[in-house]
């Protein structure tokens, strides 16, 4: 068993078809609300509120309901409210099969049960680092933001892998690089297959379809999302009295072989793991 998703995992087996799990996503879309989504719904912001908020949210480790009341725009009773609103009405995927009569109670905690012990050793929801390292505190606060944008702004559900020692740094349809300097000095890469570059370019861009957009404009959106997350990481080690310096992201391209980890460096893997078998890895090439 690889890395898989719960929906999969019960189509693979056939419990129930493409179909059922299709319409339990489409269930779990309209009931699922985003705290934005939530929070107009309830008639306490306008989408304008959010478009402002959401775009204050790409250079601040905040939480857009936490953003929104810092600008004034909701009191700390009505985000906690609607907080509380997305939690009473979450629905997951098992949830909506047996909602919508393809999968019974009795199954799906049985099921469930199975999936969580075979995809134990593949996914890691905390950072632990197997380097010993006066900069660990950074790489784990590059990490759990990298993870935080996916979130915030790509809105996408992921499965964080473990984080790895690496040797070599793989190939994929793109990587996108920036460099870290200051009082520590490494190399940041996003590495991503190509669905996962257009999931990429069509949140940044905020269109539906990206099909007909040029290859440069797909990578130019990579880079943006690297360049987000990097800009965080600058402000959060200030916030922490690390200086960090960022240069603007470029595009890499490896040799099929790969880059062997040069010496003098240590190099950090850390998979994630999309819906649809879209993948990302975000690598830290650190200089020792």
Not at 57 to 63: A, C, E
Not at 84 to 112: C, M, P, W
Not at 260 to 281: Q, R
Request: charged letters at 20%; a negative charge.
């Amino acid at each position: 068993m690889a890395v898989n998703f719960f929906g999969q995992f019960l189509v693979e087996l056939g419990i129930v078809t493409s179909d059922a799990l299709v319409d339990a996503i489409n269930l779990q879309d309209k009931n699922n609300l985003r705290f934005g989504e939530m929070a107009a719904a309830m008639g306490l912001v306008t989408p304008a509120d959010i478009q402002r908020a959401h775009s204050a949210q790409m250079s601040r480790d905040m939480k857009l309901g936490n953003l929104l009341v810092e600008m004034g725009i909701l009191t700390p009773a009505q985000r906690d409210n609607v907080v509380v609103r997305q939690k009473n009405t979450h629905l997951y995927i098992g949830e909506a099969l047996v909602q919508n009569g393809a999968l019974t109670s009795e199954a799906l905690q049985k099921h469930l049960d199975e999936f969580n012990a075979g995809q134990a050793r593949y996914i890691s929801n905390g950072i632990e680092l197997p380097i010993a390292s006066a900069s660990n505190h950074v790489w784990e606060m590059t990490a759990d933001l990298t993870r935080k944008m996916i979130t915030r702004v790509l809105a996408l559900p992921f499965h964080p892998g473990t984080c790895t020692l690496t040797t070599n740094i793989a190939p994929n349809f793109m990587l996108a690089a920036m460099d870290l300097s200051g009082d520590v000095e490494a190399r940041y890469f996003l590495s991503v297959s190509e669905g996962l570059q257009k999931s990429v370019a069509r949140a940044i861009l905020g269109e539906e379809s990206v099909e007909y957009e040029p290859a440069e404009v797909l990578e130019d959106t990579v880079m943006e999302f690297a360049n987000i997350v990097c800009g965080n990481v600058a402000a959060k080690a200030s916030q922490m009295g690390v200086i960090i310096n960022i240069t603007p992201p470029v595009t890499v391209h490896l040799p099929k072989k790969g880059l062997p980890v040069p010496d003098g460096h240590t190099a950090l893997s850390f998979p994630i793991y999309f819906v649809g078998g879209d993948t990302m890895e975000m690598i830290l090439l650190i200089k020792n």
